[in-house]
């Protein structure tokens, strides 16, 4: 595993992160600050709550009698009257009704009345919704009917036609029945009538307005809300013949069964009344019945804010609070969550609620609950207490308040802490970073003069320049200056020792070859022949040695001119193993070119030069079978040339250095002698040709070694 580099100006900007310790410490005071602010207000509004149903307690004057006391509520046929924004205008249009299609019920032949027989090809239905505006009562329905039958004028009968009918319970439990019946579209009056559907004096405190559309007629009415009964029923009678009784009926409730009827739940202005006295800026408050239907609510969750962004600020009066309003206060709100002023309020035009805080309150318990908005925008705090009227639980108060007070006095409080330790932490930050970049930049600089200097050979290039600082960075550069000074010294010794000691070898080397030549022909005995044999062999020794380190200075001469030419690698390859197939003709030598195309720019006397030092080596470390494998593959955009053979495997400890110079791992009494310049000089044609050589142990399941040289591909 890698180990971790850190730098100086790393560490030290690691150790000025502690400061930040200090505004880290307030921030988390200040989240806790938030927690206990969020109970308390938990708590309020819990009180809020329960101030307001304290008020409601046991005056059961305030409900409807029937509405709100009753068990269940059935779909259709409990309704509820949802409150107007203003007076509605009867003209069977519709169109004062505000979401009428999301707030009309909807009735077809499954509400069908009794009596009736069910139509198969029926397309009576109607929608029918309630609104409330003061003292009025406003019906709509929007009735769907193939063939609508007006009332023949001249009639005295208004049951032979099409009609809607209003059934009451009186407070004495009488039952009332109204008949609306049009004989034309525009005005409508409602007519009381007994139980053979006979009328009497129309009903002068209802207004009406029928209207025929294209799918059918639209009807509007307005009735006082005390006209209406304990219990009420509507329901529309349809006939497709003149003069002729109704055939078909559908309705909210059987209107001539007075235990059939259903409710009308009003809202109600006495609790409105009471409740708007005890709200409130940005909360709300809600008095439901035990089913869930609103009877009151005062408030709204979000209020108006005036827009103050724009602050006119005196640059040169103010600055520093130009910069924390401008500049800071947008870059804490990337991390603080800012109180919106606009949130999605689900609950905002709702009139019926059903929530887990309203089932804890119709349990007669106190509840709260943390919702968060639809939008991820807010959270809203719901508080909730029963309303008790004779020890039974008939509605619940719910309180609502976001947290956006809370959340704003946290961000203040935030805001300050952090202008005033930026303020502290910026100079000593900015201090230490100024510190910390000068140390680093001077010892990056002394470690880049000192890559330069020195070749991945060892070779010595450039100097260090030394520093003009007084300490101790500036005396280390002083140092390397010296230190490089003496390896350049000592590294032009070694690449003239070659030279050096061919030139010293060759004149003993010529007096020992005359003088045995001379001593060869003047005697000639057996005992001096083998001396003369020996020192004959010592010659050639010494001649040997001299020829390798030659060869070797040529080498590093000619790799340091420009001399270069494109040719085919494999050309160059396949020629080389093809002569040495015919000098060798002893060793078994495979060569694989996989067919491609191998241009390379260098030198392609050198690249035969070092196949002839790889070829050698493996020839020489073979065992008996003496095969010899060279391979050329195109891997991507490199060449990979490969030479290898079985025989005697490297040991692990020197596979790194045998590519240097004078390192042979040969056996010391072999009668050729062996300087190790071999592979030296191969590594230095390979870098010459920007090529990258290695030697390693086969790993294909043979034993023996591998030289892998991969070239880069023109």
């Not at 029923?233 to 349809?238: E, L």
């Not at 207490?385 to 309180?399: C, K, N, Q, Y």
């Not at 491609?596 to 690249?607: R, S, T």
Request: aromatic share 10%; with cysteine.
């Amino acid at each position: 595993m890698a180990k971790v580099r850190l730098s100086i100006r790393l560490k030290l900007l690691a150790l000025s992160l502690f400061l930040m310790s200090v505004p880290w410490l307030g921030y988390q005071y200040v989240w806790e600050m938030e927690s206990f602010l969020r109970l308390g207000q938990e708590k309020t509004l819990v009180g809020t709550a329960k101030a307001v149903a304290t008020a409601l307690h046991e005056r059961p004057l305030l409900f409807d009698q029937h509405a709100s006391y009753q068990q269940r509520v059935e779909q259709g046929k409990d309704l509820y009257a949802y409150p107007a924004n203003g007076p509605i205008r009867l003209d069977g249009k519709l169109s004062d009704w505000l979401n009428f299609q999301q707030r009309a019920v909807f009735y077809d032949a499954s509400y069908k009345l009794e009596k009736f027989e069910v139509r198969s090809n029926s397309d009576l239905s109607f929608e029918h919704s309630v609104n409330q505006f003061q003292d009025f009562l406003y019906l709509s329905f929007k009735v769907t009917d193939d063939a609508v039958i007006f009332r023949n004028h001249q009639s005295l009968s208004i049951d032979k036609n099409d009609y809607l009918e209003i059934a009451i319970k009186t407070k004495d439990d009488a039952l009332k029945r109204y008949i609306f019946a049009a004989t034309k579209t525009g005005w409508v009056n409602g007519y009381e009538v007994d139980s053979n559907n006979r009328a009497g004096t129309p009903e002068k405190r209802i207004q009406g307005y029928w209207l025929v559309t294209p799918t059918g007629y639209n009807l509007e009415l307005r009735l006082p809300i005390e006209w209406v009964g304990a219990k009420v029923g509507f329901a529309i009678y349809d006939t497709d013949h003149h003069a002729s009784l109704p055939d078909y009926a559908i309705g909210t409730a059987d209107t001539r069964l007075v235990d059939n009827l259903g409710t009308v739940l009003v809202p109600s202005p006495e609790i409105d009344a009471i409740i708007k006295a005890l709200s409130y800026s940005n909360s709300r408050i809600w008095v439901v019945d035990k089913h869930g239907r609103m009877l009151a609510k005062a408030g709204e969750l979000i209020s108006v804010i005036p827009d103050n962004s724009v602050i006119k600020i005196d640059l040169f009066e103010s600055p520093f609070k130009w910069l924390t309003t401008q500049v800071l206060k947008p870059l804490y709100y990337q991390i603080l969550t800012k109180p919106p002023s606009a949130f999605v309020d689900q609950l905002k035009d709702s009139f019926f609620i059903k929530n887990k805080v309203l089932d804890i309150a119709l349990q007669g318990q106190s509840g709260t609950q943390w919702q968060l908005t639809p939008d991820n925008k807010a959270v809203i705090l719901s508080a909730s207490h029963p309303i008790f009227i004779d020890g039974e639980v008939l509605g619940a108060v719910i309180v609502e308040e976001t947290t956006n007070g809370i959340r704003t006095l946290r961000n203040q409080a935030l805001e300050s802490l952090f202008n005033q330790m930026l303020l502290i932490l910026s100079i000593g930050t900015l201090v230490f970073a100024l510190f910390a970049s000068r140390i680093s930049s001077r010892i990056t600089t002394l470690k880049k003069q000192l890559e330069s200097a020195v070749d991945e050979q060892g070779k010595i290039l450039n100097s260090v320049e030394p520093s003009t600082t007084n300490d101790e960075i500036g005396d280390l550069s002083h140092s390397f200056n010296r230190l490089i000074s003496r390896l350049s010294q000592y590294n032009r010794y070694l690449e003239g020792m070659s030279s050096r000691i061919s030139h010293e070898f060759k004149t003993p080397v010529a007096i020992i070859r005359s003088s045995l030549e001379n001593l060869k022909n003047e005697q000639d005995r057996g005992e001096q022949n083998v001396y003369f044999s020996r020192a004959m062999d010592g010659v050639h020794r010494l001649d040997f040695m001299m020829n390798a380190m030659s060869e070797a200075t040529r080498v590093e001469q000619t790799v340091n001119t420009d001399d270069k030419e494109e040719f085919d690698l494999a050309e160059v390859v396949s020629g080389c193993v093809s002569g040495h197939r015919i000098a060798f003709n002893q060793v078994e030598f495979v060569c694989h070119v996989e067919t491609a195309e191998y241009p390379i720019f260098g030198n392609p006397d050198l690249i035969v030069q070092m196949l002839e030092k790889l070829l050698s080596n493996a020839i020489d470390f073979s065992d008996e079978a003496k095969k010899v494998e060279v391979s050329l593959a195109k891997k991507q955009t490199k060449f990979e040339l490969k030479v290898s053979n079985i025989g005697t495997e490297l040991p692990q400890v020197m596979q790194e250095d045998l590519f240097d110079s004078m390192v042979s791992i040969r056996h010391t009494d072999s009668a050729k002698p062996h300087l190790g310049l071999g592979l030296y000089i191969a590594r230095l044609i390979a870098q010459y040709h920007k090529a990258h050589i290695s030697i390693k142990n086969r790993n294909d399941g043979y034993k023996g070694v591998c030289v892998t040289c991969l070239f880069e591909g023109d």
